[in-house]
């Protein structure tokens, strides 16, 4: 019964991609060198793309769309570009941490082609290092894709051991690095050249090339999908997607209904283009898209910052992002049916967090958020802390936003603050303030507890007399509900 | 040791090239092939400029109309209905790319064109006893001529290597064509006026009234990479000239035969056309 369904399922899933006409045409940067791997970044804003069409050079460049035409290739600033051959970039959603690979980069390597990380500071793609000896061999490792969190990698070698030509190998972000690269199996892997994986938004779509047999000639799409390390049958992803000629890097753009991907085939501008695929076949899951600019509180000035996101169900660390140092802006990706904060940290300002309940059918939204931190000096922020209902017993969602507030503490040792309980306008006003002043104290309590120094600490309850809203809506009692971290020395 | 000086340098300057070109890249363990980063650098300028050089033979094809007043049979003018011949050409080229798959050729040739042609036949001469006879005598003719070429042509690639190539040519006439004419009396005991004179005679001239031509021009190539911008270019091209080699020659006399009287031998349509076969050296720029 279970195949049966099964058999129906992809028998549909088929149909609707081939029923669908799709139309496939080259974009406009293409040149007569080869233009490939059109990694799209800040919500399509931006593709970074590898192209050889300066003295058959590989090198990473970029282009941006202003209003609907795309602006002229630029080679990246910083030193990534420093090599031989360099390309085949992947980068995070807010566009500030990419992998890529080189042969002969000026930081030196273990192999034949290993891949490398970069960050963008200031503008400038800086501070390259080498990914080690658990992802790069002595041989070729190319084509690195990261996951829009930042936590899985992907990428192809023709290292020994594989099951013939270049497989695909995976790896996983660690605290010490990335995890020792693991064959991704033989659903995906053949004795054939397996190459270009692209993983979606969703973290579940996953593409690759390959050169199997019974495909439409040369490089083929396949398409699978990715839950934990296992994935789902290879299928190929047909024409018009793919031609006689060669295909690689099927990349979905997020909530549309648009694909990009390279291709050899006749039409373009020479050799290997990058074209546009219109409705996308393979799109991937919706998801929520924030994005804002994060902001002095008091100039209004455009602030890079570190964007932590927090599943609160388990309490882990699901990403690390960065906001633009020179535009400030910062775009995240979220899941559906997970409960998430946001947090912006930089040096010298208090962290700020919010928190974001995505539903299971909200798909495909967007929203704007700015965010504005405080610098710590007088500085003043709402701490992302839940209490069971008219208890001041703290739940668990508000453990991570309790340790930012002890990293912040051990990291800025003079700081003394005062914990600010506030209610909303329900109760009498003796009980608020009793309710409000016993939150905060649970704060100092777990604070204490974990090794800070309780003199460092006051705690106030202000009840009902400090509303941010003054309104009698659940939204407004919502927001005045809050836990306040004030500096006061 | 001339020609191991030679394999020797052939063999260093590909070694170079293949160490320029083998190198990993991202996108393919190993690198390109090297026919695609040869194809690239050609196709990494928009507009390439490709200036040659080329030469190779004419295979010359001419013919005419002779029409006689009245009928002499196995006449030895017949020699003059047509003729081939073998002859050299050279020629300077520069070619513009418009596009990825047409471009625009001019060339500037000289072009040499040589054709003969014999015929044995019956003609008048003398015995040893001084009496008029039909005997069998071979008449032979030989013209050369030079032009110079002008062409402008279009060129399509078919492939990446094979194209094929179209335009229209003037052939300007470079100095005198000029003309051998020769007999030889094959019959023994046969000669022209008396016994004891010769059996062969042979006379030189020029052909007068040569026209500019203006004609057609179609080929094939195939272009062969010898370094990411040079190219060994083997080419095959018919060269169609409706322009008449020269004007009409009309009221000439066959009397090479008295017995049929001497009837008027009108020569009318003179072509010219030729099969080309060129080996071109491209320089891109």
Not at chain 1, 29 to 43: C, G, K, L, P, R
Not at chain 1, 130 to 136: A, Y
Not at chain 1, 262 to 277: E, M, T
Request: proline letters at 4%; aromatic letters at 12%; glycine letters at 8%.
């Amino acid at each position: 019964m279970k195949t049966i369904k099964y058999l129906i399922a992809v028998l549909l899933y088929c149909g609707t991609a081939i029923a669908q006409n799709v139309d496939v045409f080259p974009v406009e940067f293409n040149s007569s060198a080869d233009d490939f791997n059109s990694n799209i970044t800040q919500n399509g804003r931006m593709i970074y793309f590898t192209s050889d069409r300066k003295g058959g050079k590989q090198q990473v460049y970029i282009v941006e769309k202003d209003a609907n035409a795309w602006s002229e290739p630029v080679q990246i600033r910083g030193s990534v570009n420093d090599g031989s051959q360099i390309g085949a970039v992947s980068l995070t959603s807010d566009g500030q941490f990419m992998v890529f690979a080189a042969s002969e980069h000026e930081v030196g390597g273990f192999g034949r082609l290993d891949l490398y990380s970069a960050e963008k500071v200031k503008g400038k793609w800086t501070n390259i290092k080498n990914l080690g000896p658990n992802v790069n061999t002595e041989e070729w490792e190319s084509q690195p894709m990261i996951s829009n969190d930042g936590n899985l990698l992907f990428f192809a070698s023709d290292r020994e051991g594989g099951y013939g030509g270049t497989d695909i190998y995976m790896a996983t972000k660690t605290s010490a690095g990335w995890s020792k690269a693991i064959n991704v199996g033989a659903n995906i892997n053949t004795e054939f050249d397996e190459m270009t994986p692209v993983i979606g938004v969703d973290n579940n779509n996953f593409s690759f090339s390959s050169n199997r047999t019974n495909g439409y000639g040369g490089f083929d799409i396949y398409i699978s999908k990715i839950k934990g390390n296992t994935f789902s049958p290879a299928k190929n992803a047909k024409e018009p997607i793919n031609s006689d000629g060669d295909e690689f890097y099927y990349y979905s753009m997020p909530n549309t209904d648009i694909a990009y991907f390279s291709s050899s085939r006749s039409g373009g501008s020479g050799n290997l283009d990058i074209y546009k695929a219109v409705p996308n076949p393979y799109s991937s899951e919706a998801v929520f898209m924030l994005n804002g600019v994060v902001r002095d509180i008091k100039t209004n000035e455009p602030l890079g910052a570190n964007i932590i996101i927090t599943d609160l169900t388990t309490g882990k660390k699901v990403a690390d992002l960065k906001s633009d140092d020179n535009t400030g802006e910062y775009y995240v990706i979220l899941q559906q049916a997970r409960k998430y904060s946001i947090t912006a940290l930089r040096k010298d300002y208090l962290f700020f967090s919010e928190k974001y309940e995505i539903p299971k059918s909200d798909k495909g939204k967007e929203q704007t958020k700015d965010i504005y931190l405080s610098p710590i000096s007088g500085g003043n922020t709402r701490l992302l802390i839940f209490f069971d209902f008219d208890k001041s017993t703290l739940q668990n969602e508000s453990i991570p936003e309790l340790n930012r507030v002890i990293d912040f503490l051990k990291d800025n040792t003079s700081v003394k603050i005062r914990l600010e309980g506030h209610t909303d306008d329900q109760g009498s006003a003796d009980y608020n303030d009793k309710l409000s002043g016993n939150r905060a104290k649970s704060v100092k309590e777990y604070l204490v507890s974990n090794g800070v120094d309780a003199d460092r600490i006051q705690t106030i309850g202000y009840g009902l007399k400090k509303p941010l809203k003054n309104e009698k809506t659940d939204e407004a009692r919502a927001i005045n509900r809050r836990v306040e971290m004030k500096i006061v020395e | 040791m001339k020609t191991f000086k030679y394999l020797v340098l052939s063999l260093a300057f590909l070694v170079a090239i293949n160490a320029a070109f083998s190198q990993e890249d991202v996108l393919r363990p190993h690198g390109k092939p090297k026919k695609n980063i040869i194809d690239e650098a050609q196709e990494s300028t928009p507009f390439p400029f490709i200036i040659g050089l080329e030469g190779g033979l004419n295979y010359n094809m001419f013919s005419q109309t002779l029409t006689w007043g009245s009928p002499v049979p196995k006449s030895i003018y017949n020699a003059y209905a047509n003729g081939s011949g073998l002859s050299p050409f050279f020629s300077i080229i520069a070619d513009f790319n418009l596009n990825k798959q047409i471009g625009l050729q001019l060339k500037l040739s000289y072009d040499n064109k040589k054709f003969k042609n014999d015929y044995t036949g019956i003609a008048d001469a003398y015995t040893e006893l001084g009496e008029r006879a039909d005997a069998t005598v071979k008449r032979e003719f030989e013209n050369t001529g030079s032009y110079l070429g002008l062409s402008a042509q279009l060129r399509y690639n078919l492939t990446d290597q094979l194209f094929i190539i179209a335009g229209p040519l003037v052939q300007i006439p470079i100095g005198n064509f000029d003309q051998t004419e020769t007999e030889s009396i094959l019959s023994p005991g046969f000669y022209y006026n008396q016994p004891g004179k010769p059996t062969i005679i042979s006379v030189n001239s020029t052909l007068s009234n040569v026209k500019t031509r203006i004609g057609f021009e179609l080929g094939i190539g195939y272009k062969v990479n010898i370094t990411k911008t040079i190219f060994l270019v083997p080419q095959a091209r018919f060269q169609i000239m409706p322009t008449k080699l020269t004007d009409d020659e009309l009221g000439g006399i066959d009397n090479s035969r008295i017995l049929f009287g001497t009837p008027t031998l009108t020569a009318t349509d003179k072509t010219l056309n030729s099969f080309q076969f060129a080996v071109a050296l491209w320089f891109q720029l």
